[in-house]
């Protein structure tokens, strides 16, 4: 019992961890890419990976945060345009391969020893040189504390009953919220929203009375960057929520299902892709942005693979819906660790050591993936109907 209590609390920390709210901002964008626009964007760990370096550069030389801020926008604004100005008038394989190629670019580029002052090389830039004016914006105060104070162990003194029936409970309310949003025309508009948001808030207490997560309220990876991050994962859930509702976001629909027919009707598909590529680059650079102030700026840690992750996270909370992207993430990292916490603790060592089961981790995550895709491709929260891709 108690090695699967520290499992789940392991899956908790994990869940609310920054870089996993910043990995979501980032499959938010890929979700306008792929998920409602139809474009096969392989790199957007390039976006990330320019809004990152944008942000970094510009304070460890001195300029306020704000104008880095702003440098990582406009790098992911014109990588954007360059990339997007001769494969957007093609069909989406060509989009594949030159945005995958592109991020390996910026990658290789990044780690070039000439630009070792700007870039830092293959070392990269240290979160101390960059992260100081983001903690010194807080408002949370010095030491640490505990989100939700009142948690499973003050409940006769932990007990197992308490635990088993925590969880429980959990799992009936995850299930009856995902019924809810798949429930479509079951419930009224309001009725529904309402009951959504009754159901969230609930989902969180709940979890957070089982798995209690401790952190500095300021530190590198303290509650402070995880409220901004959450804050910001939110905020761009709710605009693409408008995004997507206006008649812009009917266009990305008809692109994707037949940009023909969308061209026919008088509308400039070219310009209505390029404004997807941008914007969706520009969530990924913000993602990029909050996936580094917990850590450093290392070209390596946002390379092909994170592009795929968020590929995972999206394909598995559902393309083409606006909690999907969140969903996703947050289960992606927190089976991730599960995995590889229930391996450390009940494989021997002899059969799987600490590196393996990190490995082992990406393995089982990779065969759930395709067993997704076989018996599931719409996701968790997706419908079929979204999924009628023209690439």
Known sequence: MDNIQYILN???REALSPQTAAVAIAVIGLNIHFGYTGLINIGQSAFMLLGA??????????LPMIVGILLGFGAAFVFALVLGAPTLKLRGDYLAIVTISAAEIIRYVGRSSL???????AQGIPGSQYRDP???LSFFGGGSFTLIPFNYADVADGAAWVRLLGWLL???SIAALVYVLRSGDRFSGG???GLVVLLVVWIVLLLLFLFPVANQRTGVNGWWVRFIAWSLVLLCSFLVYLLVSSPWGRLLRGIREDEDAVRSLGKNVFAIKMQALVIGGLFGALGGMMYVLPASVQPDSMGRSLTFFCYTALLLGGAATIFGPVLGSVIFFAARIGIKYTAAAYVPDSVLNGQQTEQFSYI???VALMLIVIFRPQGILGNKRELQFNV
Request: aromatic share 16%.
């Open 364 to 366: 089982v995550v990779g």
């Open 170 to 172: 959990a799992i009936v």
């Open 115 to 121: 630009l070792t002052d700007f870039t830092g090389s």
């Open 10 to 12: 392991g899956m908790m």
């Open 53 to 62: 370096y944008g942000f970094a550069i510009a304070i460890w030389h001195g």
């Open 134 to 136: 983001f903690t010194g």
């Open 191 to 193: 009725a529904r929203k």
